[in-house]
């Protein structure tokens, strides 16, 4: 057999197929059940690539999708009093609106969007957030729901050298 016939016959077969396409944002969730409710935070997960992050990719004083690609879903099956806004359960999408020195969450009504959509007549409303230094660099984009007690939980976002959270209490 020729070596033009072999490779066609491997190309044939998918011996060399083509390396999967790397994810720069894959897709990531995170939830937590308080009272027996489920809180669901569904986003998608950039990494620092070298880049400056808040201040520099991630402007201040614009509102950001909370994650890539599409837009930062919460689900929750609790109604919620989340840093003082109540957020009946539902579903919502979440942005933030970072500054220098703090943070706002922001509940916004309408879902399904591109991350990129942000129509601020459709704000449940706004949370303010606790901002801390990260004891080290994070170079992947992390949200976390977790349990504080019976009833209160928090929701925490980690990125380059900055720790955002805001607690919520199961109503």
């Not at 879902?111 to 949370?127: I, N």
Request: glycine letters at 10%; proline letters at 5%.
């Amino acid at each position: 057999m020729t070596k033009t016939v072999l490779v066609c016959a491997a190309l044939a077969a998918g011996a060399f197929s083509p390396a999967p396409a790397q994810v720069l944002s894959p897709p990531a969730e995170t939830s937590v059940a308080i009272g027996g409710k489920k809180i669901e935070v569904k986003y998608s997960a950039p990494s620092m690539r070298g880049r400056k992050i808040f201040g520099g990719l991630v402007p201040f004083g614009q509102v950001w999708r909370a994650g890539a690609n599409a837009a930062t879903a919460l689900h929750t099956e609790a109604d919620l009093d989340l840093g003082g806004l109540k957020v009946p359960k539902g579903d919502y999408t979440l942005y933030v609106l970072p500054e220098a020195g703090q943070w706002m969450l922001i509940v916004n009504k309408q879902t399904g969007q591109h991350g990129m959509t942000y129509t601020q007549e459709m704000d449940l409303g706004r949370a303010k957030m606790t901002l801390a230094k990260s004891a080290a660099p994070v170079e992947t984009y992390k949200m976390t729901l977790s349990a504080t007690g019976a009833a209160d939980g928090k929701l925490q976002l980690e990125w380059e050298n900055t720790v955002a959270t805001v607690s919520f209490s199961v109503k």
